[in-house]
């Protein structure tokens, strides 16, 4: 069962229309990103997510040698970096 109304999936529905139009218009206007440019944002993204998640591992070593906790919070630590590391990229890709 669909809870939205009528008048609230019209609005979602006209805002993805534009912004798939702005993004058209774009295109014709710039012209195709290069395979640099591509490659460049593959590796940008790559980063975006590996650094969070060695921060969270390193920091979670330190502190399950701290603690003597076994993997409780590189485990829980490399969670948190994977996840963050994801939405900074999809945040990213979202702005482009």
């Known amino acids: ?11 979602k529905m006209h805002r ?6 702005r ?4 295109g014709r206007r710039e012209g ?4 640099w440019q591509n490659l460049s944002m593959v590796g940008a993204l790559g980063w975006l ?10 920091l979670g070593r330190w502190l ?5 906790s ?3 919070f590189s485990g829980a630590l490399i969670f948190l970096g994977v ?4 939405y900074l990229a999809w945040q990213r890709v979202k702005k482009e």
């Open 1 to 11: 069962m669909n809870t939205m109304s009528p008048n609230r999936e019209n609005h």
């Open 16 to 21: 993805a229309v534009r912004l798939r139009q």
């Open 23 to 26: 993004r058209v218009e774009r």
């Open 32 to 35: 195709e990103r290069t395979i």
């Open 49 to 58: 997510i590996v650094t969070p998640t060695l921060l969270g591992v390193l």
């Open 64 to 68: 399950d040698r701290t603690f003597a």
């Open 70 to 72: 076994g993997i409780f």
């Open 83 to 86: 996840s963050l590391g994801c």
